[in-house]
Nanobody, 124 residues
Framework: QVRLEESGGGLVQAGGSLRLSCTAS????????MGWFRQSPGKERELVAA????????FYPDSVKGRFGISRDDAEDALYLQMNNLKPEDTAVYYC?????????????????WGQGTQVTVSS
């Protein structure tokens, strides 16, 4: 069993930055590609960043491209999301997710492991 736990969320003013962390425990050998998702009231859960296990390939949707950066430290079983120039529309619960794929995964259904989420609130 794999357990993922997010941290680093909070309240920040528009234009500010936050760094989210995700730590993994349990059968971490099952984790390869990783991603960050977010969900706000009235919206579907959406992918905001993804990273492969091999080669360091990443994916970002247009809504966050150039502002968010995903990285991983496999030696520490950790995943990070650096968020810069935050906007009020970035307000959401952010989730860490893992899959068994070695390549970048952009489909929500392909992720098998999920954290409980951390709240990010951006004030105007």
């Amino acid at each position: 069993q794999v357990r993922l736990e997010e941290s680093g969320g909070g309240l920040v003013q528009a234009g500010g930055s936050l760094r989210l962390s995700c730590t993994a425990s349990g059968r971490t050998s099952s984790l390869y590609a990783m991603g960050w998702f977010r969900q706000s009231p009235g919206k579907e859960r959406e992918l905001v960043a993804a990273i492969s296990y091999v080669g360091g390939s990443t994916f970002y949707p247009d809504s966050v491209k150039g502002r968010f950066g995903i990285s991983r430290d496999d030696a520490e079983d950790a995943l990070y999301l650096q968020m810069n120039n935050l906007k009020p529309e970035d307000t959401a619960v952010y989730y860490c997710a893992g899959s068994r794929s070695i390549v970048v995964v952009t489909t929500q259904a392909a992720y098998d492991f999920w954290g409980q989420g951390t709240q990010v609130t951006v004030s105007s």
